[in-house]
């Protein structure tokens, strides 16, 4: 009965859609061939933003552990992964970014402990965690996550300390999830002081120099905000709205392009690219 209903409506609907992301893979796919791909990686570098890593959901902040595996056998293979220090170290000497890659990931999921860490280990390949700190080895459950039972996990401090000992980069990303874009600036500079002192503490004094801003958005930062993020002694500030890296590229204002499930293959990712430099020279 249901089906029958629902057939008519949401098949062509969606075999429209599995038709319009095979074309744009296939697009990337000669895209990876061409000139102005060539052109990309001999200018341009790339960070890239992940959230969680598993199998158990499926939405914009998910990506399943086939797919990940997938992106970064991509990575490796059309870019120079680095890690987020060494992006940061050339933009301050003023030396190529071109055709590096930096992984990243927001929030603090566990599952970027149990299951995207052991992938990047297998691969080789280096990548920095943004953790939320007022949710890392408790039950928070932040908004976005209220429409599910039981809702994802964050990690805990001892996974956090165990990236770090395994030679991932730990970052800040805020102690409650804040939109800095909409705070006085007394309380940016808390959730900004209090996450670094909290991950400088766990994770037995080492200095933490790297910071992402809750949600990414134009929005979502002030100038002040940023100045607050670079007088509490951080080296960079990310956001999360598309874009690429150049070498004159501030590090206070770094682009970060968001791999989100809806990429049934890493060759879109390469059309979203190029796009973002056409709209780049066309502004
Ligand atoms: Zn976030």
Redesign the pocket.
């Known amino acids: 009965m249901t089906w029958a209903l629902s057939l008519p409506g949401s098949r062509p609907l969606k075999l429209y859609g599995l038709v319009k992301a095979w074309l744009r893979s296939y697009y990337g796919r000669y895209l990876l061939k061409s000139p102005e791909f060539e052109r990309f990686t001999k200018s341009r570098g790339v960070i890239v933003a992940f959230?969680r890593v598993n199998d158990d959901l499926s939405d914009s902040l998910t990506c399943s552990e086939s797919k990940f595996r997938m992106f970064c056998a991509f990575f490796k293979r059309h870019f120079d992964v680095i890690s987020l220090h060494e992006m940061i170290q050339l933009l301050n000497d003023k030396q190529s970014i071109a055709g590096k890659l930096v992984i990243t990931f927001?929030?603090g999921y566990r599952d970027n402990y149990l299951n995207a860490a052991p992938i990047l280990k297998e691969l080789g390949l280096p990548a920095s965690f943004?953790v939320?700190t007022g949710f890392i080895g408790n039950e928070t459950i932040a908004w976005w996550d209220e429409k599910y039972l039981p809702s994802p996990a964050w990690m805990s401090w001892e996974e956090v300390r165990k990236l770090a000992n395994d030679g991932f980069d730990v970052g800040a990303?805020t102690v409650t999830?804040a939109d800095l874009g909409t705070l006085s600036e007394p309380e940016i500079r808390r959730e900004v002081e209090n996450s670094r002192d909290a991950l400088t503490s766990e994770l037995g004094g080492e200095p933490v120099s790297l910071f992402?801003?809750?949600?990414?958005g134009k929005e979502n930062i002030t100038e002040s905000g940023r100045r607050i993020i670079q007088d509490a002694g951080f080296q960079c500030c990310l956001s999360?709205f598309g874009g690429t890296v150049t070498a004159a590229s501030d590090p206070y204002s770094l682009n970060r392009v968001a791999i989100s499930e809806w990429y049934t293959h890493p060759y879109q990712l390469t059309v979203d690219l190029l796009k973002s430099v056409r709209r780049d020279h066309h502004n």
């Open positions: 959230h927001d929030d943004f939320t990303h999830h992402a801003y809750p949600y990414g999360c």
